[in-house]
Nanobody
Framework: QVQLVESGGGLVQAGGSLRLSCTAS????????MGWFRQAPGQEREFVAA????????YYADSVKARFTISRDNAKNTVYLQMNSLRAEDTAVYYC?????????????????????WGQGTQVTVSS
């Protein structure tokens, strides 16, 4: 069993930045590929970004491309989401997710069903 704990959410003005962190309780094959998702009130959970085990491959939703950066530090069992140029429409609960599936590219990684473990979420609110 892997526990994921997110942190770093909060209230920020439009145009500002936040960095989310997600720390896994253990480093196993279950955290091979990591992703971030978000869910706004009344909307379905949507994919934000994913990163391979090595960190060499990343993938982003079009809505966040060039503004958000996903990275990971395997020595710390932690994945990060640096969010810049935040917009009001980025307001949501952000979830970290872990998958045991190896990934070296391809958009299939944006499917929530690929991920087995999920964090409890952290709220990000962007004021306009």
């Amino acid at each position: 069993q892997v526990q994921l704990v997110e942190s770093g959410g909060g209230l920020v003005q439009a145009g500002g930045s936040l960095r989310l962190s997600c720390t896994a309780s253990t480093r196993t094959s279950s955290t091979t590929t990591m992703g971030w998702f978000r869910q706004a009130p009344g909307q379905e959970r949507e994919f934000v970004a994913a990163i391979s085990w090595s960190g060499g491959t990343t993938y982003y939703a079009d809505s966040v491309k060039a503004r958000f950066t996903i990275s990971r530090d395997n020595a710390k069992n932690t994945v990060y989401l640096q969010m810049n140029s935040l917009r009001a429409e980025d307001t949501a609960v952000y979830y970290c997710a872990a998958s045991s599936r190896s990934w070296s590219g391809g958009s299939w990684i944006d499917n929530p069903g690929v991920y087995r473990y999920w964090g409890q979420g952290t709220q990000v609110t962007v004021s306009s």
